[in-house]
DNA sequence: TGACGTTATGCGATTATGCGCATATCCTTA
DNA sequence: TAAGGATATGCGCATAATCGCATAACGTCA
């Protein structure tokens, strides 16, 4: 659980739904130190959530665990339900 | 997610799963400072993911999102993909 | 072998989290 | 209104997480 408590890794592992991608791709995405991308994705590894894989001089990273999705689609119904909890106190007002 | 990232709150997500507790049956789960205890609910009554209802002196809180086991199931998986990794591991040395 | 592209790691500084104590707040009951 | 139980909050300290820089490690190709 811990290892999903950051946004640049939540960013990651979301992007990594759509299938394997090396550091350079994943570097893109996230504005953020090259140093600091490695240690996120080596947080998400050692938690095995992704795994590397070794490929010339690039590592690709890919999703171990397809199942993380259902837990992301349970975090946007609770902010979901939260923005109309929100709404429905604005209009009871 | 970050709500997510404190075993303690993982533990009080967990028995509240089984419905509706106050703080205080809460309190003999964990075994930790009332103060503290207050805390991490209401970490995790401002994430949306539980809410609370005052009874005369006691405070209910109860689990706002069902589907948040689905998450818990998946971090299972995520564990036992590991241990089953660390035997493999094991038996091909 | 040497230069270069890609990814990982050591380190120090900064920031965020969690804890425990004391105390405040809310509610009930005498 | 006073006392007491249940819960929440303010505060200071200790620890952990994150960041950026520099540099190491690994692989490729000339």
Excluded at 43 to 52: E, Q
Aim: aromatic letters at 4%; glycine letters at 4%.
């Amino acid at each position: 659980m811990k290892a999903l408590a950051h946004p640049v890794r939540v960013l990651l592992v979301s992007s990594l739904t759509e299938g394997e991608q090396c550091v350079c791709e994943l570097n893109k995405l996230a504005d953020i130190d090259q140093s600091g991308l490695s240690r996120h994705l080596a947080i998400l590894k050692k938690a095995g959530i992704v795994s590397d894989r070794r490929e010339g001089m690039k590592v690709f990273y890919r999703l171990e665990t397809p199942c993380i999705l259902k837990a992301f689609e349970c975090a946007v119904d609770v902010v979901k339900a939260d923005v109309k909890r929100r709404n429905d106190t604005l209009k009871a007002v």
